[in-house]
């Protein structure tokens, strides 16, 4: 018990950083884990701007903070280049977070080019200039962070029309030879997303497995993407056996998780359900 690579989003309890601290820390003591903090998207500002306390508050509760995940709704894969700017300048903000707070990973949404394979297919699109786009982004942010110590994982989304993540990487794959700054870029497998876009998560962790760094757990049923707690066995999605693949993400070495669910109720309920959470990777052999 007690190693360190499952986090908890810092969005899990209703949303809100204090009460999520408060119940990973009481999780941690009562079971003796050491579960760490994912810094969410929503609450990167605030934390920076308050680095000093958070610090203290963290130390004080004996929570490390493993992951940040950089603000989500920037486009790293646009025509515009004011967007990209804007997705670059925050990227590289949460990576100067992460490096602040000791973090080990920044996950990164790495955009959207509206050429997914079921697009292009229906509507006979073969532009693939924004995967480029999103490529140099990807060289950018990899050289930032190889500069602060930091690994930018991206994340596959679950929209149609995100950056596809498989050939996001064989570019990536293709020219760490020649420029070692890519070994800071990896990926973030988004079990959930993967749910709803994916094709055959155990071919995506044969093929790519190396990449994923970090993972993010939680449940859905296929179609909406509902950051519900882990619990059923199995799901109608791409993910035909949750629990398997949990359990496949589980012996990836030097993987790290996150448990990215989304409770609301009260305090006691939440926390409740994180517990299950944190039982079922438990059972899966996480710990
Ligand atoms: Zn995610």
């Known amino acids: 018990m007690g190693r360190y690579n499952v986090y908890v989003s810092s969005g899990a309890v209703n949303k809100a950083l204090e009460e999520t601290a408060r119940a990973v820390n009481e999780l941690n003591e009562r079971k003796g884990l050491h579960l760490g903090l994912e810094i969410s998207s929503v609450h990167v500002d ?3 701007d308050h680095i000093n306390e958070y610090k203290e508050q963290f130390d004080e509760q004996g929570l490390d903070v493993g992951s940040i995940h950089a603000p989500m709704w920037n486009n790293l ?3 515009d280049q004011t967007l990209v700017d804007k ?6 903000e949460a990576i100067d977070l992460a490096n602040e707070l000791g973090a080990r990973t920044v996950i990164v949404h790495p955009g959207y080019e509206f050429c997914d394979p079921e697009w292009e297919e229906a509507f006979g699109i073969t532009d693939r200039g924004r995967l480029d786009i999103a490529y140099r982004s990807v060289c950018e942010v990899a050289s930032y962070a190889a500069e602060k110590g930091v690994i930018v994982a991206f994340e596959n989304l679950n929209f149609i029309g995100s950056t596809d993540m498989e050939r996001l990487l064989a570019l990536v794959e293709r020219d760490r030879s020649t420029n070692p700054d890519l070994s800071y870029a990896r990926m973030t497998l988004d079990l959930g997303h993967f749910n ?3 094709r055959n998560v155990e071919s995506l962790i044969e093929r790519y497995g190396e ?7 939680h449940y859905n049923d296929g179609d909406t993407d509902a950051h519900a707690p882990l619990g059923p066995e199995t799901s109608h999605g791409a ?3 949750y629990r398997s693949a949990i359990e496949e993400l589980g012996r990836l070495p030097d993987t790290t998780h996150t448990l990215e669910i989304h409770l609301k109720g ?6 409740e359900e994180l517990e299950r959470s944190v039982d079922y990777l438990n059972d899966a052999g996480y710990f």
Do not use: F, N, P, Q
Not at 87 to 92: A, D, P, Q, S, V
Not at 266 to 271: I, L, R, T, V
């Open 77 to 79: 894969s646009s025509e």
């Open 196 to 198: 709803i876009r994916g």
């Open 87 to 92: 997705g670059l300048r925050e990227t590289h």
């Open 239 to 241: 993910v035909k056996d």
């Open 266 to 271: 009260s305090y006691d309920e939440c926390a």
């Open 46 to 48: 605030e934390v920076r």
């Open 211 to 217: 990449e994923i760094v970090h993972t993010h757990l």
